[in-house]
T-cell receptor, first 114, second 110 residues
Framework: DTGVSQDPRHKITKRGQNVTFRCDPI?????LYWYRQTLGQGPEFLTY????????KSRLLSDRFSAERPKGSFSTLEIQRTEQGDSAMYLC????????????FGNGTRLTVT | AQRVTQPEKLLSVFKGAPVELKCNYS??????LFWYVQYSRQRLQLLLR??SRESIKGFTADLNKGETSFHLKKPFAQEEDSAMYYC????????????FGQGTILTVHP
């Protein structure tokens, strides 16, 4: 499968712990996105990278959230001091860097904070 | 502010019947509209986009700026069309910052 891959698929953590998710985009895609999806809702935009540069962050991304894409390839999303409200599906997507190229989504990481 | 509304959370039809999934949007400029689909146990994937003006898997969608709608239609539904459908809007960016609706679960009965 040469699509977007995310790891882990599921993560259960206790409130207050830190978690980190990884996303590997399609290799020729230089744009990478993180979205969050809670139960019964559509995905919500969190942040966007063009190569290694983080060009936009949503207000949804509190100070406890940080995303990186150090070499313009894979990306990590870290949540510090998790709260129960952070429980959600975290989706990564990538696209070509031309115009409004369609997004290719990964299977997501489902986070449960107990 | 941008908003996408899908008024139906659930939609059930019988095989061979026409189906229409509604999508209304709120955006002051010229939006780009998309339909994404998620089949059972699969990832979210693009179904179609309004600028392409194409039919994918028998589905079509026309952007109606007067009614601010982008309804998805298929004249004869198939069981394999059963899935979650999301309408999404890109307003004002040249990259993939999308505003999604809440989604509609379509079930096509045999």
């Amino acid at each position: 499968d040469t699509g977007v891959s995310q790891d882990p698929r599921h993560k259960i953590t206790k409130r207050g712990q830190n978690v980190t998710f990884r996303c590997d985009p399609i290799s020729e895609h230089n744009r990478l996105y993180w979205y969050r999806q809670t139960l019964g809702q559509g995905p919500e935009f969190l942040t966007y990278f063009q190569n290694e540069a983080q060009l936009e962050k949503s207000r949804l991304l509190s100070d406890r959230f940080s995303a990186e894409r150090p070499k313009g390839s894979f990306s990590t999303l870290e949540i510090q001091r998790t709260e129960q409200g952070d429980s959600a599906m975290y989706l990564c997507a990538s696209s070509l860097g031309t115009g409004n190229s369609p997004l290719h989504f990964g299977n997501g990481t489902r986070l449960t904070v107990t | 502010a941008q908003r996408v509304t899908q008024p139906e959370k659930l939609l059930s039809v019988f095989k061979g019947a026409p189906v229409e999934l509604k999508c209304n949007y709120s955006y002051s400029g010229s939006p780009e509209l998309f339909w994404y689909v998620q089949y059972s146990r699969q990832r979210l994937q693009l179904l179609l986009r309004h600028i392409s003006r194409e039919s994918i898997k028998g589905f079509t969608a026309d952007l109606n700026k007067g009614e601010t709608s982008f309804h998805l239609k298929k004249p004869f539904a198939q069981e394999e069309d059963s899935a979650m459908y999301y309408c999404a809007l890109n307003g004002g960016t040249s990259y993939g910052k999308l505003t999604f609706g809440q989604g509609t679960i379509l079930t096509v009965h045999p």
